[in-house]
């Protein structure tokens, strides 16, 4: 695994979207793999400057996102969909149809997972996959568990993510309960894998995730089996590894 040490979260996001432009610059039909939360907002700001300067051009690349909440319509301001318009897609130029997000109010859940294991497979898989880390080491909505999903599949979300994720909404009551994420496997086929991380709150987790036993229970575990990892984390998420 490549380590990157950055000073602050602005950096990290700029190293990271520099690797996903330098990506696209090299393979302009690569297939990147993307995620949401908020450590990778920086990142998509930088890329989307990356474009705006002409350093990059979007115009053949293509995007599978991680996961979606189940239920909520690609409208609604909280769903996945709508997180990667409004911090992305609607401000680079990259081709509608050529961008892909689970669909969480898809008539079957299970039917649509299988649809999109077999849409990432009909790309060719996934170039390069952006991560987040959750606090308890989830990679998408694979939360802890007592085996590694191969694929894309239907989860029940575990409290404490409920409990994350629960600022976004009105009250705990109103995050959905279910979601669709691609599986640890989908994830481990990428060609690369950048994950990023900042700020303490992030530490314990790295370092569990990265410098601990591999471990269903932290699914972030299973990248140090993977070839081709880099991690850009700044000095404070990094605290827990050793200097
Ligand atoms: P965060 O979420 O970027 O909001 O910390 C990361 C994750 O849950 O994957």
Redesign the pocket.
């Known amino acids: 695994m490549k380590i990157i040490r950055t000073a602050s979260y602005e950096e990290m996001s700029g190293r990271a979207a520099g690797i996903l432009t330098a990506q696209v610059a090299l393979k302009p039909n690569s297939v990147l793999g993307l995620?949401?939360?908020?450590?990778?907002?920086g990142t998509y700001k930088q890329m989307i400057a990356a474009q705006k300067a002409g350093l990059v051009d979007f115009s053949a690349a293509v995007t599978v996102n991680l996961d979606e909440y189940a239920g909520l319509e690609p409208t609604h301001d909280q769903s996945y969909r709508w997180f990667m318009q409004q911090n992305l897609l609607n401000h680079i130029n990259i081709l509608p149809q050529n961008t892909h997000v689970p669909q969480g109010t898809a008539a079957n859940l299970d039917e649509e997972c299988a649809r999109y294991e077999a849409l990432i497979a009909g790309y060719g898989g996934i170039d390069m996959q952006l991560?987040?880390?959750?606090?308890n080491g989830?990679?998408?909505f694979n939360e802890p568990d007592d085996c590694f999903a191969p694929i894309t599949h239907k989860v029940s979300l575990t409290q404490s993510?409920i409990n994350?994720?629960k600022r976004f909404f009105e009250s705990a009551d109103d995050v959905p309960r279910q979601a669709l994420t691609m599986g640890i496997g989908t994830i481990m086929a990428a060609k690369k894998v950048l994950i990023?991380?900042?700020?303490a709150?992030?530490a314990d987790i790295l370092s569990r995730a990265f410098c601990g036993p591999v471990t269903p229970q932290v699914p972030a575990s299973i990248l140090q089996f993977h070839p081709d990892v880099t991690l850009v984390a700044d000095a404070d998420a990094l605290a827990g590894f050793p200097q």
């Open positions: 995620a949401t939360g908020s450590t990778p907002i991560l987040g880390i959750g606090h989830h990679i998408g993510t994350a994720n990023i991380a900042s700020g709150e992030k």
